[in-house]
Each structure stands twice: as C-alpha cells, then as structure tokens.
C-alpha cells in the first residue's frame, strides 16, 4: 500500500457537506486557495491534498494507482460522498474516480481535463525540469494573464520537480493524459458535472468540451473570457460564484441545468471576472 500524504480537512463547526479539491500534475492545493477561503465562508467542508500529483508516491502511469490512492484519502478522511473538484491532471482524476466509485460522488467540478482528441489539437507541454525558463516559458502557455502569479509560486513549484522521481512521474503522467480517452468515460457518469474552462486554454482547448460536454448526462460547461488553463486562479470570483450557483442547485435539491454558455466580461447573459485583487 503506497504511503498516503495527509489530507488537510478543514471545516467550520456547522460544515455537513464534503468539498474534495484535487491538485493538478505541476501544481498543489495553493491553486484552490482562493476557493478553498470562499467555499470554508460558506460552511463547507474542505479536503485537500497538498502535493503536486507528480510528488505522490505512487506511479501515474497507473490511473488504477491515482484512483486508489484518493479512494484511500476518502476512507482516511471518513468522506462518505463529496462534491469533488479538479484542474488539469487532477481532473482527469476526478473523473475517472468518479466513473469508477459513482456511489461516493455528489458531483464534479472540473476545469482543464485532458483526454479529449475532438479536432482542436493541444499544445504539447515538454519539462525537463532544469532551468527557470522552462519553469517560466511553461507558465506563459498556461495562463493567459499571467499577472496572477507571483515570482515566488513560480519559484516554489518548479524547484521540487526538478528531482529526478518527479520527472520520470511527469513524463508518465503526460503520456497517460494523452491516451486516456474521455469520450468512453463521460457518458457513463452518474452525476451532475460542472466544467469551468478558459476560452484561452492553449493545453486543453476548450473547442473539445464543447463536443465532449454534449455527452455528460447532467453535464453544464461555462467558458471564461481571457482566461487560460487554471480559471480559479485567473478569474477567482468568477469562478467562485459559477461554483456556489451550481453547489446551491445540489443544496436545494434542484437538477442541475444542463448548458454550454460563454461567459464574458461584456454582453448580454454575462458574468464580469475581474483579476485577483480587484475591488
């Protein structure tokens, strides 16, 4: 059994429903820092795992691996069921847990997912780990604003993976995000899913989702202007109120609509996503 890293849980006292946040290959749970603050405000309960999938210890190549270990992390945590959220690998994951334990999900909440191959061709993300360039160059296909982010995540991200185990983990993990194929997988989930894309995603174009999302039995995409591959942090509010819009149609035991609407900071149907900070 592979060594699980601790799930930080996090809950205010009247909290009665799981939010589980899954991080992404390159990047830890500091990407949902600022859903994590909203979605604690609102009494939710939070779970997280802190590391980059490519620092677990265990193989990504295996997806049966990534799907124990957070079947593990559940059990560790005593999360019956949750609404579970993942960007980029961690998506993927999502939804393959999600496939595989229907009956331990509430919903899912995606942004960024690999495994689609409709027409729109991604851009391939190459990492050698040894310099501060490609740390950089790698950030500039990732967001399309790149403001966001401070010198220091930067800095604090690229230097743990450039160890050997978390190259050879990302290689893997890589070629596993380029044949897993999501068209076989989305039309079997039991649950409401809500995809949240940026309309600037350069690694997963979002031209795929439209295509990909129609097969989602209760499946809602929102598409972000001027947004690239991690919405969260590009667009934080806008994100978190398409989140609580959708969290409070489960709470209310009301279906969730099933659509595909862009999302922009102008027009009519409109929804404004002002950058980090903004007042």
């Not at 992390?73 to 334990?101: M, P, T, W």
């Not at 009956?103 to 310099?131: C, F, H, M, N």
């Not at 994100?239 to 709470?251: G, I, K």
Request: hydrophobic residues 40%; proline residues 6%.
């Amino acid at each position: 059994m592979h060594k699980l890293t601790s799930m930080a849980a996090q809950a205010e006292p009247s909290g009665d429903r799981w939010m589980v946040l899954l991080p992404g290959l390159f990047a830890g749970d500091w990407v949902w820092n600022h859903t994590r603050r909203h979605l604690l405000s609102h009494g939710y309960r939070i779970a997280t795992i802190p590391q980059p999938i490519a620092l677990l210890d265990l193989d990504p190549a295996l997806i049966t691996n990534l799907r124990s270990y957070v079947n593990q992390c559940f059990d560790q945590e005593k999360i019956c069921r949750a609404v579970v959220c993942g960007n980029s690998f961690g998506a993927l994951a999502a939804v393959d847990y999600a496939a595989h334990f229907p009956t331990r999900i509430e919903a899912l909440v995606v942004s960024g997912a690999p495994g689609l191959s409709y027409g729109a061709q991604s851009k391939a993300i190459t990492w050698d780990g040894s310099t501060r360039e490609t740390a950089h160059g790698i950030a500039d296909k990732l967001f399309h604003d790149r403001s966001c982010l401070s010198q220091e995540i930067i800095e604090s991200t690229y230097l743990p993976l450039a160890h050997r185990k978390a190259l050879l983990n990302i290689v893997r993990a890589l070629r596993v995000a380029h044949e897993y194929n999501l068209r076989d997988v989305l039309p079997i989930l039991q649950c409401p899913v809500l995809a949240i894309w940026g309309a600037n995603d350069l690694l997963t174009p979002v031209e795929e989702w439209q295509h990909g999302s129609s097969h989602i039995m209760q499946g809602r995409l929102e598409i972000l202007a001027q947004c690239g591959h991690y919405p969260m942090i590009e667009c934080p509010q806008a994100f978190n109120s398409l989140l609580r819009e959708f969290l409070d149609e489960l709470r209310f035991d009301h279906a969730p609509m099933s659509r595909s609407r862009y999302v922009s900071p102008i027009g009519i149907e409109t929804l404004s996503c002002p950058k980090p900070g903004a007042r």
